[in-house]
């Protein structure tokens, strides 16, 4: 099944508003650390980067590890500067790739 | 002064565990209950329970055609309204097969029966997520399973299998989730054991999981002999737990440590 | 129900992590348990250290103005909400450039780096990250003046008591 994600943006927000954005997206975020049942290391397979983009400006970047837990889970704010489209996007091992959009209206 | 203190040690031991007793009605606890506050920080927050990712592949699953055959929606509709209860009252006894049968056999008789498709097999994405989503629909109701003349003696075996000791551990589920929950194993919590919130996304797991996938955990952790999934000593079992947790709401999808 | 009391003594957590580098390579099913490291344990703080002077370079991280949230004891090492918090008014002139996360016993040193900028309005952000053992977790954060802050904090972490096989 294709990656899931999950984003939460207020719909609407004011001018200059600070707003908070929640983002989950589903991947074994595997860290290359873990033996198999024949003691071989299972190979890294993790999301290494997210980006989240207003209007196409880039506005939150985050660079994941093997650290990062598992479906992960980002939580952040950003200033609703205009109406238009938030977007998210994941990009990771093995050609990895995942996009979410969201419209918000700011008044 | 060796006696005084040995016979002391055997006290300790035997109070450890006291006769069987049935925890009483109103000091039934969720697992919930258990958790620490960042826990439940997450499993209260749709958009941050890792569970609701499962439901929402359930949705889409709920809606497609298989092969060319009907779609969930396509009998049940809006599952908001058509499946409002009914996580909450699996197992459920089946008049077809004479016996109960928890909510992943249920969603597989439709697939073969009606859908004339394949059983998913049991703990794969496409189940945990479908049964996730139906599960989800039940939230906040309260577990309700039939305790009737057709399901007492699956209750009971059920019952039966809860209070027996077994496992190089010998150990019986009731020693530790009756007896000694609000006690601690090593660094985790024993809870009551109560189902309130299955499938859940387990933290151990990094995963959705079934309640039967938890019993089996925990009969592992016993060493005793483990049914596979699905089979009805499982079912009996969950149905037990079930009866046991009646009237405590459903939390699906559940986040557990 | 109240929480339940961390029961720890630094005795039992110094006996309970030599139980737990010895059993580790034996619970295979779980995650990062410190089986096959990617640096021997021995060499992770200097890991650590490593990927810090990365960032910073030769400037000193000054204590202050950012502070990491974790919880004191941990329920489950594989996901622990992180939380990091930077004061910075976020302005065009002066706000946070970037955040990263460190810990010095994970087979890796870096856990994750957040790039920021004033259209963030806050530097307010939470992540869920894996613990391997209980230890300390250190954040930097970098400031659009080239100035460094830092701050640590010590997680305890448990092992699950029953090993399972699936």
Known sequence: MAARALINVPPKAKRGEVIGIKSLISHEMETGFRPNATGQLIPRNIIKEFVCTYNGVEVFRAEFFPSVSANPFVSFTTLATESGTITMTWSGDNGFFATESVAITVE | MRAWRIAAALAIVGAAFPAIAEIPTAERKSGYDFMSRESRAMQDDDTANAGMLWVLDGETLWNRHVAAEKSCADCHGDARTSMKGVAARYPAFSPALGRPVNLEQRINICRTDRQQAKPFAYESKDLLALTAFVGRQSRGIPIAVADDAQTRTFIDSGREAFTRRQGQLNLSCAQCHDDNWSGRLAGNSVTQGQPTGYPIYRLEWQNLGSLQRRLRNCLTGVRAVVPALGAQELVELELFLMWRARGMPLETPGVRP | ?166
């Open chain 3, 1 to 166: 129900m109240t929480e339940p009391l961390p029961l720890v003594t630094p005795a039992a957590v110094a006996t309970r992590r030599r139980f737990l580098i010895g059993a580790a390579g034996f619970a295979g099913g779980m995650a990062m348990v410190t089986a096959l490291p990617a640096a021997a344990a021995d060499d992770r703080p200097a890991a650590m250290q490593a990927a810090l002077k990365a960032v910073i370079g030769g400037e000193t991280a000054h204590k202050g103005r950012i502070k990491i949230e974790l919880p004191p004891l941990v329920e489950n090492g594989n996901a622990v909400p992180l939380g990091v918090t930077v004061e910075s008014p976020m302005t065009d002139a002066d706000h946070v450039k970037a955040v990263h996360v460190f810990t010095e016993k994970n087979p890796q040193p870096n856990v994750v780096s957040f790039q920021l900028g004033p259209r963030a309005g806050t530097a307010n952000i939470q992540t869920r990250m894996r613990l391997a053992d209980t230890q300390i977790v250190t954040a930097v954060a970098e400031m659009s003046d080239g100035t460094f802050w830092r701050d640590e904090l010590e997680v305890v972490v448990t092992m699950a008591a029953c090993l399972e096989d699936s």
